[in-house]
């Protein structure tokens, strides 16, 4: 039963009540307080314009996308070497659907070029499919329906010519499903020429929706992909939302990863491999609630080489306070599927003080046996991969080994308890259960993903410039307004958590102005802070 209130979330619910005769989803008036003009009436532009029709790559030396029109991508759109695109806050940019999936339209920011897309909490940067007409009626089901965003650089990976993904230069990968002979879709540099303070440009406040078209068997683009990205790159307030493959993959590189959010994906929500070294904190991912939802669920997927060949540099990351909520899918393979840790081959790192709840399996750290000292659960029980001071909540299962369950009171359990983890079946405040519609998107109960009081953690972040200094568990403090509102599609589906700001938008026609506010307060005589 949900009944932590208080009369400011209450007033924002009630808002949301007026604002019925719109779908919660809609931003008819994104970046109205940054002058952009209301979504229905921007005139569309295709992007491909703007580009050498032969390589898709953007002609002019710096290009700028406005928030006076709507771009339409209905390309694979690259900013090449020695280029830049600005995004302008508040600008939308459609994918275009294409049939066969080996074609699906991207945005590609190559290695050397760089991307601006400065959004702010108040005009945030929306990448959509065409067929979402902004007004909140276009399901978080419809997935797969363009690219993603991916962004490529010249930072350290791990890739011999052995791998998959390598162009038979150690070191230099290629976008998986994508022409690996395409220097626009190579990522990474020679062993020796490697940069890792390489800086492929800004995005903040970007929400990528209903991305991840299949663009071979069993091979969907991600959301947002991260090849090589140097730790000169500034990302932070990033959404993923219904994308067909993981919501935030990294390929090798140390860029560092701040206030990121995946909602309604297929697979795992945050994914990283090819030896990536960066930081994160503050990560959310929410699943949808269906039981019979199909893809998999895993929160986070660790690793270090898919390939199995033993490559001598193993991913390394630092994360802290993330909060993963799963849907326990049913369809998912329980050894494969539905964990909210997967701990796989060649990574150490280190993850604390984070709330992984509603799982099928709260970790399981993989070991077997071919990468003798190098799988996760070797580097586990080494101490070089720190899974520390988390709080696993309402998960079927709280740990297995190598899709084994670890045996009760056994020495795997016993380290896992000692090093600060916590199981329950729930705690205060903290509500995982959640139900929508997910053709209407209309939302019919709420989660809470703040525990309340707060999850205790002695697991203190490094003092390094990047991490937030935090003593508690999870994405969200309790008892603050969270760094999700005012910005996040979230915002609008989790009002027990506080998380939906009052609408400025309240009869739904495309501008905020006296009509909106008159008609709220009419209804409640109070105004909305």
């Not at 799963?326 to 280190?350: D, F, H, P, R, Y």
Request: hydrophobic share 35%; net charge negative; glycine share 12%.
């Amino acid at each position: 039963m949900k009944t932590k209130k208080t009369i400011s979330k209450l007033v924002a619910t009630a808002a949301v009540a007026v604002a019925s005769i719109a779908p919660s989803f809609a931003q008819s008036n994104l970046g109205e307080s940054c002058g952009c003009p209301a979504v229905a009436s921007r005139p569309t532009v295709l992007l491909s314009t703007l580009t050498n029709v032969a390589t898709g790559e953007l002609l002019a030396s710096s290009t700028i996308l406005t928030c006076d029109k709507t771009w339409i991508l209905d390309d694979k759109v690259y900013v090449g070497d020695g280029k830049s695109l600005t995004i302008n806050p508040g600008t939308v940019i459609k994918g275009r659907f294409v049939a066969s999936g080996v074609n699906a339209n991207a945005l590609i920011v190559a290695k050397g070029g760089k991307i601006f897309a400065n959004g702010t909490e108040a005009c945030q940067i929306v990448f959509t499919a065409e067929a979402d007409p902004m007004d909140g009626t276009y399901g978080i089901l419809n997935k797969g329906q363009w690219g993603g965003v991916v962004m490529l650089g010249k930072a350290t990976n791990n890739l011999t010519t052995a791998n998959t993904l390598s162009t038979g230069v150690n070191g230099v990968g290629f976008i998986e499903g994508y022409l690996s002979s395409e220097p626009l879709n190579q990522f990474g540099m020679p062993v020796g020429s490697t940069d890792d303070n390489d800086n492929s440009g800004v995005m903040t406040y970007v929400s990528i929706r209903h991305a991840g078209a299949i663009v071979g068997t069993a091979n969907e683009l991600n959301g947002l992909t991260l090849g090589s990205v140097g730790r000169g790159t500034t990302l932070h307030h990033i959404e993923i939302v219904s994308n067909l493959d993981d919501g935030i993959e990294f390929f090798g590189g140390t860029v560092d990863l701040k206030y990121a959010s995946v909602l309604f994906n297929d697979d795992d929500g945050f994914d990283w491999d090819l030896g990536w070294s960066g930081r994160g904190q503050f990560w959310a991912v929410v699943k949808t609630d269906q039981g019979t939802a199909a893809g998999g669920d895993n929160g986070f997927e660790s690793d270090g080489d898919d390939n199995k060949i033993n490559a001598s540099l193993q991913s390394n990351p630092q994360i802290y306070n993330a909060t993963f909520i799963g849907s326990n899918n049913i369809n998912g393979n329980l050894t494969q599927k539905g964990v909210g840790l997967m701990a796989k081959e060649q990574t150490l790192g280190t993850i604390r003080s984070s709330v992984l709840a509603n799982y099928k399996v709260g970790a399981d750290f993989k070991n077997d046996g071919t990468r003798p000292g190098n799988d996760a659960y070797d580097n586990w029980i080494a101490g070089t991969l720190k899974v520390e001071c988390n709080t696993f909540i309402g998960n079927t299962a709280l740990l297995h080994v190598n899709g084994v369950v670890a045996a009760a009171g056994g020495a795997d359990e016993t380290k896992f308890f000692t090093d600060g983890n916590i199981t329950a079946a729930s705690v205060a405040g903290f509500d995982f259960l959640h139900t929508m519609n997910t053709s209407t998107n209309a939302v019919s109960d709420t989660y809470d993903a703040s525990p309340n009081p707060a999850l205790v953690s002695t697991c203190t972040p490094p003092a390094d410039g990047f991490f937030t200094s935090t003593n508690y568990r999870g994405a969200f403090e309790a008892g603050k307004k969270s760094w999700l509102s005012n910005w996040s599609i979230n915002a609008l589906y989790d009002t027990e958590n506080g998380l939906v700001p009052c609408p400025t938008d309240i009869n739904g026609d495309g501008s905020t102005n006296n009509i909106d506010f008159l008609q709220l307060l009419g209804q409640f005589n109070q105004s909305c802070d």
